[in-house]
């Protein structure tokens, strides 16, 4: 029994029966099943009109799925909402996607050897999606993994966090009320023993995978031969302030980036770079502006900043704040626990190149300020990590912003934008260690379909 509990105030929100290998097995099977009879795939039209009565119903009870994200996540309301109105867009861009894209015909006749001949390319589904999800965006990201699975024509088997599978129950459940058929989209809750015999499964197709890097690529390296993959994971998002940033824009882009879902985000604002002129004004006005946010209940409308996942996060960032106060960094605001479940927003200044809180992902409510004086140095040492994801650069001119931004290690820039600035069309691509493939709904579609190509000689 699985017990899904509120991370703000402890209390036990619903119990949910887990499921055993047994069960895992009678899922694969009929999961593997749909898959090997071309009678039962469903047709483009289907699965266009599926996801979009699911956008539409999802648009309807959006209060409703905030309020849920808010319970089970902690996401602050406000910001929970924004998630479930992306949720609703995410379904319509799945649907909207594989209305335009459905092959193509290859130029053929150009060679005498292919002279008389015609070729077509086909979209078909990969196989069974294998899907294990994280926490912090408990209904967006479950939709970024199910709704290509079913834009694509694939049936799927989802693992939500433990921490939050409410929201992923909710939206298999409106899914099959929006017409999607029995064994399409399968939930899985169970321990790690039989999510590992999932991924490991050889009748799967795909594999989408988001959360820690550690048991990404560990699980990467037991899939079964032929088996694609896309991971998923985090970094230490980077973003240099130059000299002539404006600080108005400046400062709300790293208190939204930086503390928004109380830092537990992937490409979450970590390390600011700025000029050593400009730090301590920089700091006094990032200071205040920590100290103005709104901590504590996410239920609440005004809360800007809730609690970490689990009391044992809180633990871990105040250990990681104080050894990085230990080795020299300054505190600016912040370094303590509030309670056993939120940690105050913190600000450090100039930490070490080595300690915790420069060297991986903080995942909590703590942003890092050093100061450069050539920003060839904040180059320097925003790449010096094997992790690359988003980055940001803030300057108002706009060519010396395309340099650095040139020079930076990332799938993703940002100009005069945070780091954890998304539409979820872009593509999103973790580098390195912060994962494999390209994220994003057109590009998730994409991964879990193949080009199937047919040749006729015409004469």
Request: net charge negative; with cysteine; proline share 5%.
């Amino acid at each position: 029994m699985l017990e899904v509990v509120s991370p703000y105030t402890g209390e036990i929100i619903r119990k949910i029966e887990t499921q055993s290998q047994a069960d895992l097995q009678t899922m694969l099977a009929q999961a593997h099943a749909l898959h090997r009879d071309r009678s039962r795939w469903m047709d483009v039209q289907t699965r266009m009109d599926i996801l979009s009565n699911a956008s539409q119903l999802l648009q309807t009870r959006s209060a409703d799925f905030a309020e849920l994200i808010a319970r089970e996540g902690a996401k602050p309301l406000q910001d929970a909402r924004v998630e479930a109105r992306r949720a609703a867009e995410g379904l319509q861009m799945c649907a909207d996607h594989i209305r335009a894209d459905v092959g193509r015909t290859i130029a053929l006749g150009i060679s005498p050897l292919t002279q008389g001949h015609h070729a077509r390319t086909f979209k078909e589904p990969i196989g069974v999606v294998a899907a294990i999800s994280a926490f912090n965006h408990p209904l967006n990201l479950i939709v970024h993994q199910v709704g290509p699975a079913i834009a694509a024509g694939c049936p799927v088997i989802i693992k939500p966090a433990q921490d939050t599978p409410l929201s992923a129950l909710a939206l298999v459940d409106l899914l099959k009320e929006a017409g999607l058929p029995d064994g399409w989209c399968q939930t899985l809750i169970a321990d790690n023993d039989v999510a590992e015999s999932l991924v490991t499964d050889s009748r799967l197709g795909f594999f989408s995978f988001i959360g820690s890097a550690r048991v990404g690529w560990q699980l990467r390296a037991q899939l079964a031969p032929g088996v694609r993959c896309a991971l998923e994971h985090g970094g230490c998002a980077p973003l240099i302030a130059c000299q002539d940033a404006d600080l108005k824009k400046l400062v709300p882009a790293v208190l939204k980036g930086g503390f928004y879902h109380a830092g537990q985000v992937c490409v979450s604002v970590q390390r600011v770079y700025v000029p050593t002129a400009m730090l301590d004004e920089f700091v006094a006005e990032l200071v205040t502006g920590v100290k103005g946010l709104t901590v504590g209940d996410p239920m609440d409308a005004d809360t800007e900043v809730g609690p970490l996942i689990r009391p044992g996060e809180v633990d871990r960032v105040e250990n990681w704040v104080n050894e990085a106060v230990q080795e020299g960094a300054a505190l600016a605001c912040g370094g303590s626990r509030i309670n056993d479940r939120v940690y105050a927003p913190t600000v450090l200044v100039n930490p070490g190149t080595q300690s915790k809180v420069s060297q991986a992902e903080i995942f909590g409510p703590v942003v890092c300020v050093y100061s450069f004086d050539q920003v060839e140095d904040a180059i320097e040492q925003a790449n010096d990590l094997p992790v690359a994801f988003q980055a940001a650069v803030f300057s108002q001119d706009i060519n010396r912003a395309h340099e650095i931004a040139a020079a930076l290690n990332g799938s993703a820039i940002m100009i005069n934008e945070h780091t954890a600035f998304r539409d979820d069309i872009m593509p999103f691509a973790g580098l390195r260690h912060s994962g494999l493939g390209v994220g994003g709904i057109p590009y998730t579609i994409d991964d879990m379909q193949i080009d199937k190509m047919i040749v006729t000689k015409t004469t």
